[in-house]
């Protein structure tokens, strides 16, 4: 099979120049529209990173405006609470904060220990907003005695001094009003005119509200969003098995790795940008973005092939026509080509029925007047000639025919002649001999007896001797004769 389409394609000048002619178009397609797409990828990348930039931008915006509005909450209760320090006041204080602001899930204001005397080591006013489904009821509650002073969200703005936001935490303590759901608090240290620590102010976020916030980040239909905290660990991420127990860098797949890594020290040290890896055995983008109130980092992972989704279907479509078309071109190459060198598929043909000895049967003039059509009547007049010249060859071969046949007659009747000639001078040869070894013989004996013989037998002699004599003269003419006739027949034969 192989074979048969080589030699259909050697043998078909037709299909050789149709296909050579899509072949280089289909090489200045294939550099024309590379260098379109190549131009179109990248603008489509640069559309993604503005678009998923964008969508980073709007969301820290916004996470930053709740956390601003919560930060301005807490150092307005850390300011004023001072000058109203009654343990009913601050029941109050942290409500009236979670009902005016419905952003926050708590709001918790703890004293030194045994800032108030009568009330124990322990003082620690909790207000917690009840954020299940088809609920949004407040609880207020002086939490019961346990360690406070040890909690994160205490004992860090006890230590730095300042006010601070802290990573996110379990708030479940037994025996006490606790949040489902992990928390992030901002806390703020409350001091005295003195400027002493006398307690810490927080107000809580829950987790679930910046999962939220950070899931909705969806560019494209595919994409997720993850948001690490300071050493790295998952505050958000799709697989909620993965929360606050894996970190970025443990989650990498070993292909990538080294990318995952140079991604996280990037988004820990508070840097921007987007990185190319493999995330689930897939190309993906990377974006992100630091919160820099937090130290915390937002990203949002974009599948390539979401982002490249209409370039691809696009790119599809376009080698789906290019190729129709160049099939199609092919086809239209092959019929004009083939309609423009049919003339010298006749001529092919008919070179080999002159080959083959065939010289009558011209083809019909040609009434195109480019290369073709001129060689084609050139050929015609070619054939004629030939032909001409082959009748004349024939004729000329015929007569040659012809006079080497007479020549063989005349030389078969010389031969013939000869012989006769021979035989004939044999028989005049013996015919002339006789007679003249009569007279011979007859000499002899009149020189050697003429003075002994009698008349009758010198007249007998001379008699014979005149008859052998006549004898001969008779030859002679024969001879004679017979030469005249042919002398005569040669020239007949000479003038023929």
């Keep these: 099979m192989t074979f048969r389409l080589l030699r259909n394609f050697r043998e078909h000048l037709s299909l050789r120049l149709g296909i050579i002619i899509v072949l280089i178009i289909t090489v200045a397609f294939a550099l024309i529209f590379g260098i379109l797409f190549y131009r179109c990828k990248r603008y489509i990348q640069r559309v993604a990173i503005a678009r998923a930039t964008q969508l980073l931008d709007n969301t820290v915006v916004r996470i930053n405006g709740i956390m601003e509005e919560t930060e301005l909450v807490t150092k307005h209760l850390a300011q004023t609470t001072p000058h109203h320090l009654h343990p009913d006041s601050l029941l109050v204080f942290t409500r009236r904060a979670i009902v005016e602001n419905p952003f926050l899930t708590g709001m918790a204001i703890s004293m030194e220990p045994n800032f108030f005397p009568d009330k124990g080591r322990y003082y620690s006013a909790y207000s917690l907003r009840d954020r299940t489904p088809g609920s949004d009821s407040i609880t207020t509650v002086r939490e019961?005695?346990?360690?406070?002073?040890?909690?994160?969200?205490?004992?860090?703005?006890?230590?730095?001094?300042?006010?601070?936001?802290?990573?996110?935490?379990?708030?479940?303590?037994?025996?006490?009003?606790?949040?489902?759901?992990?928390?992030?608090?901002?806390?703020?240290?409350?001091?005295?005119?003195?400027?002493?620590?006398?307690?810490?102010?927080?107000?809580?976020?829950?987790?679930?509200?910046?999962?939220?916030?950070?899931?909705?980040?969806?560019?494209?239909?595919?994409?997720?969003?993850?948001?690490?905290?300071?050493?790295?660990?998952?505050?958000?991420?799709?697989?909620?098995?993965k929360l606050y127990h894996e970190t970025i860098f443990s989650d990498a797949a070993p292909e990538a790795q080294r990318d995952i890594n140079r991604l996280g020290k990037s988004m820990l040290a508070g840097h921007s940008g987007m990185t190319m890896t493999i995330v689930d055995d897939r190309d993906a983008f990377i974006f992100y973005t630091p919160l820099e109130r937090t130290g915390w980092s937002i990203a949002i992972v974009c599948p390539a092939s979401d982002i490249f989704a209409r370039y691809n279907r696009l790119f599809a479509n376009v080698i789906v026509i290019i190729a129709t078309g160049l099939l199609l071109l092919l086809l239209v190459c092959y019929q004009i080509v083939r309609r423009a060198i049919q003339p010298l598929h006749l001529l092919d043909e008919q070179a080999?029925?002159?080959?083959?000895?065939?010289?009558?049967?011209?083809?019909?003039?040609?009434?195109?007047?480019?290369?073709?059509?001129?060689?084609?009547?050139?050929?015609?007049?070619?054939?004629?000639?030939?032909?001409?010249?082959?009748?004349?060859?024939?004729?000329?071969?015929?007569?040659?025919?012809?006079?080497?046949?007479?020549?063989?007659?005349?030389?078969?009747?010389?031969?013939?002649?000869?012989?006769?000639?021979?035989?004939?001078i044999h028989y005049m040869y013996h015919e002339i001999r006789t007679p003249l070894n009569i007279i011979s013989g007859f000499v002899q004996v009149l020189t050697a007896n003429r003075h002994s013989l009698e008349?009758?037998?010198?007249?007998?002699?001379?008699?014979?001797?005149?008859?052998?004599?006549?004898?001969?003269?008779?030859?002679?003419?024969?001879?004679?004769?017979?030469?005249?006739?042919?002398?005569?027949?040669?020239?007949?034969?000479?003038?023929?």
Aim: aromatic share 8%.
């Design 144 to 241: 019961g005695p346990f360690e406070y002073f040890e909690a994160v969200w205490y004992k860090t703005p006890h230590t730095l001094g300042t006010a601070c936001w802290v990573d996110a935490y379990d708030d479940y303590n037994e025996g006490t009003l606790s949040s489902p759901d992990y928390l992030t608090s901002y806390c703020c240290p409350m001091r005295d005119d003195e400027g002493r620590f006398i307690g810490s102010v927080t107000a809580s976020l829950t987790l679930k509200w910046l999962s939220q916030t950070v899931s909705a980040l969806k560019p494209y239909p595919n994409s997720s969003a993850i948001m690490v905290g300071r050493n790295g660990v998952y505050l958000v991420h799709p697989d909620t098995a």
């Design 352 to 424: 080999r029925r002159i080959a083959d000895g065939v010289f009558d049967e011209p083809l019909p003039p040609s009434p195109r007047h480019d290369s073709v059509g001129r060689l084609t009547n050139s050929f015609i007049l070619m054939q004629q000639s030939l032909a001409t010249t082959v009748n004349d060859i024939r004729r000329v071969n015929e007569e040659l025919e012809q006079h080497n046949d007479e020549l063989a007659n005349a030389t078969q009747l010389k031969q013939e002649t000869n012989r006769r000639k021979a035989d004939f």
């Design 455 to 496: 008349s009758d037998e010198v007249d007998d002699i001379t008699t014979r001797m005149l008859e052998s004599a006549d004898n001969i003269s008779r030859l002679t003419r024969q001879l004679e004769e017979t030469a005249k006739k042919s002398e005569s027949a040669s020239l007949v034969k000479s003038e023929q």
